[in-house]
């Protein structure tokens, strides 16, 4: 409880030592016999015997009427409460007044001014203390109250040790990665293709059959990664596998079909070309015999490197774009590493088949038919196995194959409409009038 203390100055003549006095007179409203009279100043005067004898009497009765009002004002208020006071957070900030009230009520002011102290110095401290928080806004996200250094924001593929040093893991870091999506029925066509490869590529399988263990036949198969889904297509898996942090340590990346033949194919040869002539997304020239269905992405017999072909009438409105240039097939496609960060987020979730995928891959770089291009003089067969089209289901009296070839067509066009309707979306947020669609 705090008890409020009354004071009044007043000021009297003392005959005696001809002077005039200033004092302070205080009134406890706990203690209301007691009275504290303390002087404040005196000063000295001079010629004041002529002062009226009324002035004095009317000096004193004016602080006896301060006395009793000051004493019942005091019995009016004996309990007023700091916490019933709206004082400013400047004065008390962060101070749980209730509690002082209750621990400290039978304490001088003095005593009470000490606490308060007391709690200012344990709120700097709490302030310091708070200060050594971390929070940096340009760490990922989610990952803003750790500091930079200890951040890992890319990983990799890289299979390592149980035991010991984490540094001597690596003897050799592969600069590539090759994937391919498989089948148990094509693992002698995979193996064939592993063996062409060196030690600079990881291999990566994804298995749709879910027979992954029984690849063990095959010694490079026990240093491989594996990844099994049931039914799923490659570029399911490469949206959820392959995330550009994931790859980033790799300089290319070759995302393959599992039914092409490698016999006129070095992947290291094949990097050279590419590194050559600067493609960032490209593919090998497919031989003549191969199904095919763009001229763009045949081989041409005389040349390292194609970018561009003549295709049928009608089919091209610019020899700049596909299927004229500026094109490459989903079956076997090579991305760089900053090529794949940007397709990689243009595949959408639930568009499988990566179907229309193809024509829209030349948004990613800059000038697209300079940067993606066939290398002609390392060639693969395409040997056209339905493989995938056999893990569909035979629903209202279609085949299996037949109900996934029309989910491939239904997604090419909502892939074509979604392209067409974010980017008239992001003109007109840009206040742009949208140029004509060139998704298609």
Not at 172 to 194: C, M, S, W
Not at 335 to 348: E, G, K, L, P
Not at 412 to 434: C, H, N, V
Request: proline content about 5%.
């Amino acid at each position: 409880m705090i008890y409020i203390w009354v004071s009044f100055i007043y000021t009297y003549y003392d005959l005696t030592n001809n002077q005039t006095l200033i004092c302070r007179v205080a009134i406890s409203s706990k203690d209301s016999d007691k009275t504290m009279v303390t002087p404040i100043r005196k000063s000295m005067t001079s010629n004041w015997h002529t002062r009226r004898t009324n002035e004095t009497m009317r000096l004193l009765v004016t602080t006896i009427v301060g006395v009793i009002f000051g004493f019942f004002l005091g019995v009016s208020f004996p309990a007023l409460s700091l916490t019933k006071v709206n004082i400013s957070s400047n004065i008390f900030p962060s101070i749980d007044l209730s509690y002082i009230e209750d621990k400290y009520s039978g304490l001088s002011t003095q005593a009470l001014l000490n606490v308060w102290s007391s709690l200012k110095g344990r709120r700097g401290f709490s302030r310091k203390f708070n200060n050594t928080k971390i929070w940096v806004p340009t760490n990922p996200r989610g990952a803003e109250r750790l500091p930079p250094g200890v951040i890992v924001a890319e990983s990799d593929l890289y299979t390592r040790r149980l035991w010991g040093l984490p540094g001597e893991d690596l003897i050799v870091k592969p600069r590539y990665l090759f994937t391919f999506t498989v089948g148990y029925e094509q693992r002698y066509n995979i193996d064939a293709a592993v063996k062409k490869l060196s030690e600079n590529f990881t291999i990566l399988l994804f298995h749709y059959d879910g027979r992954a263990s029984e690849w063990d036949e095959f010694e490079w198969s026990k240093r491989s990664i594996h990844v099994s889904v049931r039914k799923q297509t490659k570029w399911w898996y490469a949206k959820r596998f392959l995330h550009p942090d994931i790859v980033a340590p790799f300089d290319y990346v070759f995302i393959w079909d599992e039914d092409l033949g490698v016999e006129n194919f070095d992947a290291e040869e094949y990097i050279k070309l590419v590194r050559k002539h600067g493609l960032d997304i490209s593919q090998p020239g497919l031989s003549l015999d191969s199904g095919m269905t763009w001229q763009m992405t045949r081989r041409q017999e005389e040349s390292e490197v194609h970018k561009d072909t003549e295709e049928r009438p009608g089919w091209c409105t610019d020899p700049h774009l596909p299927p004229c240039a500026a094109f490459v097939e989903i079956m076997a496609p090579v991305f760089s590493r900053d090529a794949w960060r940007c397709v990689w987020h243009m595949i959408q979730n639930d568009l499988v088949h990566g179907w229309g995928l193809d024509f829209a891959l030349r948004k990613c770089v800059e000038p697209a038919h300079e940067k993606i291009g066939v290398v002609d003089s390392q060639w693969i067969v395409h040997q056209t196995v339905p493989s995938l089209g056999n893990q569909g289901k035979a629903e209202k009296g279609k085949a299996p194959w037949e109900g996934v070839r029309e989910r491939c067509r239904n997604e090419w066009t909502l892939f074509q409409d979604r392209m067409t309707a974010a980017e008239k979306a992001y003109f007109i947020s840009m206040g742009i009038d949208p140029p004509n669609s060139t998704s298609r």
